[in-house]
Every structure is written in C-alpha cells, then in structure tokens.
C-alpha cells in the first residue's frame, strides 16, 4: 500500500476548501493508497483572534475594534463547525506546521507527497510564494505530486516567475484544476502538466447525493452563497427571487450577513453545503466551489465573477459548455424566463474529465521513476 501525505488549505474556515480536500482523499484511497494531511496552519488563520487582526488590518483602530467585536463570534463557530469536520472525516496529523521551518523538522516517511487542490499557488492570496506549498522541505530522491493545484490567475507577476518555475521543477507529475495554469505551467518550461478537474467535480453526483439529506425547506428556493460584499449582487437576488416567486435563502458564512436579504442559514455544518445547494431550485453565486457543486448535481445557477481572481470560474464554465451562466449585467433578468440549463453535455464533460483524472491519479502513484 502506497502512503501518500497532501499539503493544501484544509485548515482556512471555507466549506469548498475542507469540501475538496476531503474529496482528495477519497479520490486517493479508492487506489489503495493510505492518505494523510499536513497540518498546515497558516500564523494569521491560527486562532480566531489571529483571523480579526488579518481581516482588519489596514483598518483605524476604532474600526478594528468594531469589526472585532462583530467578527468574533463568527470566527469562533466557524472553528467548532470546521474543526469537528476535520476530525471526524480527515486524515490530519497532529504536529502543526505553519513555516517551512517547522516542515523541515519533521521526519518524512510516506512514499509520495502531494500538493492538493484548491489556491494552493496563488501568490495573492498566500502573500508571496510560499515553498512550503510547493513542497520545497521534501528532499530530492522523494516522489512529489501535484494533484489539481490552482495558481487562481490567468498569469503570474514577474517578480515570481524564477522562484516558481524553480520550485516547479521539483515536481515528478503536475496536474492543475484550471487551463489557465497549464499555460502558466508551459510558460514556465514545465511541460507534461495535466489539466484535471477539481477534486469535487471528481466525484459524481451520486456520491454527493448521499450526503445531500433531505430538502431544509417545504418550498422552492433561491440560494446565496456570497464571499464577497457587492450590493448589487444582494439586489438582483431579491429581485430574481421575488420574480421567480420561491423563498431567497442566503447561506451566511459570517454572523453580520444576517443583516441582508434571505433567510439566513448561519455557518452551517460542512455537508449543509452540499445539501442546501442539491435541493436548491437555484443557486447565485461568487464561489468557484458553489458553481462546480451546482453543475456537478444539475442544479439552476447563475454566476456572478468576482474582482479578483475570477479564471477559475471561467474555466469550469467554458469547459462545460455555460458560459452562458456568467452573469455579466446586473440589470439582465433574462434568466427568470429562460428555459433550464440542460446539463447533458455538461454531464459527458465532466465523465470524459473524469476518466483524465483517474488516469493522472493512476500514473502519479505507480510511477516508479
């Protein structure tokens, strides 16, 4: 049996992020291998006080204290959801490691180490390039993966580009979850890369129809799943929700988020992710894991990209075939009177992908170099 250790951002308070490392491991036992995590913990996601003094640090020290007064309590019941879906599902070791330091006291044992899913590469979000997630602490002669990794841009800054290709280089089989980072990838003279599909998409949605429970709500519904503040979003699914005529139920994943439109659901537990969005007759959303989740069980959606970092929606969009669901003016209601997605081509899509994964999967553990 092949034992396989993963690095990723299953410790950060986000459903689509312990959601796909779960699915990772999954993916990973169903070939024979034993898997565990890394229990990466970045220093400003450590503790719920950690995490008020990340989300207000530019802010004047009157808002601080205000934002930390409202803050607070969501950080605290995001860490008693999150850290009871770790446990209870996750292979996770128990020694923290939050610097490259820490990683390289530890003693390295498995077989095969992976870079998982999700922004693991995304040098915005990690504030640098950070070569712990590239697994720079593993040595030389131990195989190293990269399973549906995400740079979540369409190119990188040039300040990066040396340290990142350096880094890559390491790497014995590299697959990334967007077109976007192959080409990054190529650019970079790193050749071979595969294009995969995110871990949850790699699972169909028969298995996630397991874990959808049955409907939170005797009517039909609109749901929200928003990261980001935008008023507008808010307003066109007030609008969308009223003409339709079914509830607007808003999944809060912060406690202030009460304050708008919907019905608030606040913080749920992990799998009331996929549940609220199985048995939803629509589903508006800024989150790439929210837009894979509803085209993968053939749920209504409409997309709404946000600022930053919006490739890898557009690439799970184009790659099924809607991006026709990107909604691009919020003026545009066409929506309400359109006939429903028809997801067939959709659902062979994401079949044909599948098969790629497994593929990438099979080669990437019995390869023996």
């Known amino acids: 049996m092949k034992t396989i250790t993963i690095i990723t951002l299953q410790n950060v308070r986000n459903y689509g992020s312990v959601l796909q490392a779960w699915a990772t491991q999954k993916m990973f036992e169903t070939w024979g291998c034993k898997v565990d995590f890394f229990n990466y913990m970045r220093s400003n996601n450590a503790t719920p006080w950690n995490r008020v003094k990340a989300w207000t640090k530019p802010k004047s020290w009157s808002v601080k204290i205000i934002m930390g007064i409202l803050l607070y309590p969501t950080f605290l019941l995001q860490d008693r959801r999150f850290k009871r879906f770790l446990e209870k599902y996750l292979n996770v070791q128990k020694e923290i490691c939050t610097t490259m330091t820490d990683f390289k006291k530890l003693k390295l044992t498995s077989d095969i180490y992976c870079t998982g899913s999700d922004q693991t590469w995304n040098s915005g979000w990690n504030e640098g390039v950070l070569p712990e997630l590239f697994l720079g602490f593993v040595p030389e002669h131990i195989r190293k993966i990269a399973y549906s990794a995400s740079f979540g841009k369409d190119r990188l800054d040039d300040w990066e580009k040396d340290e990142t290709q350096n880094l890559l280089n390491r790497y014995q089989a590299v697959s990334v979850r967007e077109s976007a980072g192959v080409?990054?990838?190529?650019?970079?003279?790193?050749?071979?890369?595969?294009?995969?599909?995110?871990?949850?998409?790699?699972?169909?949605?028969?298995?996630?129809s397991a874990y959808a429970g049955k409907t939170p709500f005797?009517?039909?519904?609109?749901?929200?799943?928003q990261l980001n503040t935008n008023?507008?979003?808010?307003?066109?699914?007030?609008?969308?929700?009223c003409r339709k005529g079914l509830l607007l139920v808003?999944?809060?994943?912060?406690?202030?988020?009460?304050?708008?439109?919907?019905?608030?659901?606040?913080?749920?537990?992990?799998?009331?992710?996929?549940?609220?969005?199985?048995?939803?007759?629509?589903?508006?959303?800024d989150s790439f894991h929210a837009t894979a989740f509803s085209i993968n069980v053939n749920t209504q959606f409409i997309s709404i990209y946000p600022n930053d970092y919006s490739s890898r929606l557009g690439s799970v969009l184009k790659l099924v075939g809607l991006e026709d669901r990107h909604l691009s003016a919020y003026d545009d209601f066409s929506y309400v009177d359109a006939a429903p997605i028809d997801f067939t081509h959709a659902n062979k899509v994401l079949d044909e992908e599948r098969a790629k994964g497994v593929e990438f999967i099979k080669w990437a553990i019995e390869w023996n170099g």
């Open 183 to 208: 080409k990054i990838c190529n650019s970079l003279g790193i050749n071979n890369v595969v294009h995969v599909l995110d871990p949850t998409l790699q699972l169909d949605r028969s298995f996630w």
């Open 231 to 241: 008023k507008e979003f808010d307003r066109y699914a007030k609008e969308f929700a």
């Open 218 to 225: 005797k009517k039909g519904y609109v749901l929200i799943y």
């Open 250 to 285: 808003r999944f809060c994943t912060r406690i202030d988020q009460i304050l708008k439109c919907g019905k608030s659901v606040v913080v749920p537990e992990v799998f009331d992710f996929v549940r609220y969005i199985f048995h939803a007759d629509y589903v508006i959303t």
